[in-house]
């Protein structure tokens, strides 16, 4: 199917850029879903419904890049033929490395002292540190100005991301 | 009054048709079928006026089964073949069962090595697989609607919990087939009871489901907006419910007992199945009233005389309530979103008929919960309006449900960890892949262990299956690329495939949970139920060839008569018809094997058709939109 091939952006009818209509994506995201989801073709031949299944499922991995600012330009990257190469390149500059480890230990010690509050601080601080990073990579995106600044800064987001997830994951532990 | 519905033009497959479709809440502790009838959806009653279906089936001396009522009415003076709560043991294994000495049933394990695991219960009649009672529970079910119908249903959307995992969800579709149900759809309860509630209310916004059934607790988190309900997140326990509750005040009673005769001795089974009914009444009881009595004569002559009231209830059972609430603070965070933008949180389940379980729910979400549908009911009336559409018998494209699945599902790499390839929460339908490679050179083999749970350890997770790719060309170890795509359809059913790369050689795995039953031993329960006699089992053969021959050939009239001529060659044109011709000759002999190879034909031959007329459906999807949003 063409529909399969064409880029993430194109698919919901957006222009292939990092600053999206994050409403009219949800929108489209809903029109294509009411196309194509499986509980269209339920009376359908089995042909159509193995393909409704292969293009409902694409457009939710779709939307899902999209939707989320570290993976839209992530896959923006790869589309200018740009690898962020998050495995395998972990330099990263010494100031971020400190901030790294600043952010550790405060976790280890919330984490120590079952310091819900202190916690959600952390979680507020990395809201905004990597709102910081989005919008230096909407400057370093836009016309393509700075590829290479771009991709250092979707490295540090990864890990921001990370961090937020890992902070989630002792809350959970502690409520539990 | 209801408005009657009429169909836009050319939108139904076969609009003249009404086709008979369901819902069916298969609870832990009541089951009720629902359908939609003049566009309202009801609940179908029995000849006695009931709605409500105890999900209780007795196995009598004669080989009969009693199931609802009746059963119930005889599950104190008969409890080792009286099964309630039959739900709870649904795709799980001995080892799985919390307070089994508290359960009056003769526990066997499996011996079938294929469904290892898989738990059965001993009766007068043999041992009986939770599968095989549900099934009867939805037999009785189908056989009401099908009176109140008047005639055959052409299938149903059943209900699971949303936090059933991938065994339980497959247990309960093998119950269905056994009840010989078309299962349009497993629906998710609380995403059912957010169709009933949202479509009653014309509700937008984001709202919370709370839903505590007898066996099962669920949360989720939805987003409605203009007939399309997206499941935000979800999250629960699917061993917690009302059935906790009665254990609880079962437990007090005993201590009670032993409090006066300290060396009392155990209960007869009779006596545990007495005493939780007593308990699950006094439960109920203390909804609108200060204090409960729990009176009755035990077996050994002993007279139970004791006052249970509300502020003992609620201590002793605080605990159970707040058990809830840990999944429902992870359900909110894994939406992203805080308590100030949800619109509104309903109650759903019999359980949330509890005052203190009302009152903790307002005091988390700081507002009152909505209890304007009947908490009993509601599960079956989303899933019948699901299932209205599902059979094609609504035309407009409102309604639209996007779930998601509730559990991470990962492989086991080495020193026993495990990697996520689908987090929890993911929508449906979905498809990962992700590529591994060999550990050793010249390694031939590569198995897979499929696991489901959040924990990092395989021992902490759910084993779902393990298979295993052979043949793979002897390569310097690291060479290799085996990709492993997983894929959960909308019924949220999980299937696995590894492919080697770099040679192509492929290996398709459908995983079947180990605590599934296997093909043939549905096959042999099949067998002893309906006692087929050989030319009965080749008429059915025959029946669901043309059953399936027919559906083809409707679905592809309509779809020829919509875009042949815009989308299809002339000499394609010629090629599907003819096709459709042959299809309908040999549909007419009583040979079923022809008529499949045809129907595959077909279907095999409409491929790129079929994939052409989604691709112009993109365009027509998003069309109509100002330019603007176009630019590139």
């Known amino acids: ?176 | 009054m209801a408005l009657l519905q009429i169909s836009e033009p050319g939108m139904s497959a076969a609009p003249h048709k009404h086709n008979l479709a369901v819902g069916i809440d298969l609870g832990t502790t009541n089951s009720l079928v629902a359908t939609v009838r003049s566009g309202m959806s009801t609940v179908l009653q029995d000849e006695h006026g009931h709605a409500l279906l105890p999900s209780v089936v007795r196995y009598l001396e004669n080989n009969g089964v009693e199931v609802g009522h009746d059963a119930q009415a005889q599950q104190s003076t008969d409890p080792t073949n009286t099964i309630v709560s039959v739900k709870r043991f649904m795709g799980r294994g001995l080892k799985d069962i919390a307070n089994r000495a508290h359960i009056p049933y003769r526990f066997v394990e499996n011996t079938n090595k294929e469904s290892n695991g898989m738990l059965q219960i001993e009766t007068r009649v043999g041992n009986k697989s939770p599968v095989e009672i549900s099934a009867e529970i939805l037999k009785t079910l189908r056989t009401r609607a099908e009176k109140a119908l008047g005639g055959e249903l052409t299938g149903a959307v059943i209900t699971v919990p949303a936090y059933f995992d991938e065994a339980q969800r497959q247990a309960t579709k093998d119950a269905a087939r056994l009840a010989g149900i078309h299962v349009l759809r497993l629906l998710n309860e609380p995403t059912a009871a957010a169709v009933a509630y949202g479509l009653d209310n014309a509700s937008e916004g984001v709202y919370v489901i709370y839903d505590l059934g007898g066996g099962t607790f669920d949360i989720s988190v939805l987003r409605l907006s203009k007939g399309v309900f997206e499941v935000l997140a979800t999250n629960g326990d699917s061993a917690l419910g009302g059935d906790d509750f009665d254990h609880r005040i079962f437990c007090w009673i005993l201590d009670q007992i032993r409090l006066k005769v300290p060396n009392f001795s155990p209960l007869s089974e009779e006596d545990t199945r007495l005493l939780l009914t007593k308990s699950r009444q006094a439960k109920e009881w203390l909804t609108d009233n200060y204090e409960s009595q729990i009176t009755c004569k035990l077996s050994n002559g002993y007279f139970v005389d004791i006052t249970l009231n509300v502020s003992q209830f609620n201590e002793f059972t605080q605990n159970l309530v707040s058990k809830t609430l840990n999944p429902t603070r992870k359900a909110i965070r894994d939406a992203g979103l805080s308590l100030d933008e949800i619109n509104g949180v309903v109650l759903v389940g019999g359980a949330t008929r509890m005052p203190h379980i009302r009152h903790a729910v307002a005091d988390f979400f700081k507002q009152e919960p909505l209890t304007n549908l009947d908490p009993d009911k509601v599960v079956a009336l989303g899933a019948a309006i699901q299932a209205n559409v599902l059979a094609g018998n609504r035309s407009d494209k409102d309604l639209l449900l996007l779930d998601v699945t509730p559990l991470s599902l990962g492989l086991e790499t080495m020193g026993g960890l495990v990697e996520k390839i689908i987090p929890r929460n993911a929508t449906l339908p979905v498809a990962r892949a992700q590529e591994f490679t060999t550990f050793k050179d010249g390694q031939t083999a590569m198995s897979f262990h499929v696991l489901q749970g959040e924990r990092e350890l395989v021992s902490d997770c759910r084993s779902l299956a393990k298979f295993e790719l052979r043949g793979i060309p002897p390569m310097a170890a690291g060479a290799a690329r085996i990709r492993v795509t997983f894929q959960i359809d909308a019924d949220g059913l999980l299937s696995v495939s590894a492919k080697e790369q770099t040679s192509g050689l492929e290996s398709h795995v459908v995983v079947k949970p180990s605590y599934g039953l296997s093909d043939e031993e549905i096959g042999n329960m099949l067998k002893s139920s309906f006692l087929a006699a050989e030319n009965d089992k080749q008429a059915r053969a025959v029946r669901e060839a043309q059953v399936e021959a027919a559906r083809l050939l409707e679905s592809i009239t309509f779809a020829m008569d919509q875009d042949a001529d815009k989308i299809l060659s002339p000499d394609e044109k010629e090629a599907i018809y003819s096709q459709m011709e042959a299809l309908k000759e040999i549909m007419k002999s009583d040979d079923s094997q022809a008529i499949n190879r045809a129907t595959e034909k077909l279907n095999k031959s409409t491929e790129s058709f079929a994939a052409r007329r989604m691709d112009a459906s993109v365009t027509k999807a998003l069309a109509g939109q100002n330019l603007d949003s176009l630019e590139i």
Do not use: C
Not at chain 1, 128 to 149: I, Q
């Open chain 1, 1 to 176: 199917m063409e529909l399969l091939s064409r880029n993430y952006f194109e698919l919901f009818g957006l222009p292939t850029q990092f600053r999206i209509d994050s409403d009219r994506l949800d929108q489209n995201y809903r029109k294509l879903q009411s196309e194509f989801h499986p509980d269209r073709f339920v009376s359908g031949s089995a042909s159509e419904q193995k393909q409704s299944f292969q293009v409902a499922a694409h457009v939710n991995d779709a939307y899902r890049t999209l939707k989320h600012p570290t993976q839209r330009a992530r896959y923006l990257l790869k589309l200018r033929g740009v690898d962020t190469l998050e495995e395998s390149n972990t330099a990263m500059p010494a100031d971020f490395l400190m901030k790294q480890m600043e952010w550790r230990e405060a976790i280890e010690e919330a984490k120590n002292d079952h310091n819900l509050a202190e916690l959600d601080n952390l979680l507020q601080l990395m809201k905004v540190t990597s709102k910081d990073y989005l919008s230096k990579l909407e400057t370093d995106l836009a016309d393509d100005k700075d590829l290479v600044s771009a991709s250092s800064i979707v490295r540090k987001l990864s890990f921001v991301d990370k961090v937020t997830s890992d902070i989630e994951q002792i809350i959970i532990g502690i409520e539990d």
